[in-house]
Nanobody, 124 residues
Framework: QVQLVESGGGLVQAGGSLRLSCAASGRAVSQYTMAWFRQAPGKDREFVAALAYINTSTYYAGSAKGRFTISRDNAKNTVSLQMNKLEPTDTAVYYC?????????????????WGQGTQVTVSS
């Protein structure tokens, strides 16, 4: 079983950047497919990006493609989400998720383990 803790959220102006980090304990992130989701007030939790552990392939939601990058640091046992060109519509609580499946998962209910989330607020 893996435990996940997110960090790096905060307040940033539109056009700025943030780097979110997800620290894992209990198991190695290299043994899990990892993903980031986000949830804005009054909205469902939505997929942002995923990284499959078996071949490190990645997949992004359309809103994230070209602006966000998911990556993994095996030495630090962390997964990061680099977010550039942030927009007010990116404002949400961002969650890290993990699942032992080798597939490139994208659905919320595919992931067994979740962090508590970190708030990202983008001002206009």
């Amino acid at each position: 079983q893996v435990q996940l803790v997110e960090s790096g959220g905060g307040l940033v102006q539109a056009g700025g950047s943030l780097r979110l980090s997800c620290a894992a304990s209990g198991r190695a992130v290299s043994q899990y497919t990892m993903a980031w989701f986000r949830q804005a007030p009054g909205k469902d939790r939505e997929f942002v990006a995923a990284l499959a552990y078996i071949n490190t392939s990645t997949y992004y939601a359309g809103s994230a493609k070209g602006r966000f990058t998911i990556s993994r640091d095996n030495a630090k046992n962390t997964v990061s989400l680099q977010m550039n060109k942030l927009e007010p519509t990116d404002t949400a609580v961002y969650y890290c998720a993990a699942d032992p499946s080798p597939a490139l998962l994208r659905a919320r209910y595919d992931f067994a383990y979740w962090g508590q989330g970190t708030q990202v607020t983008v001002s206009s």
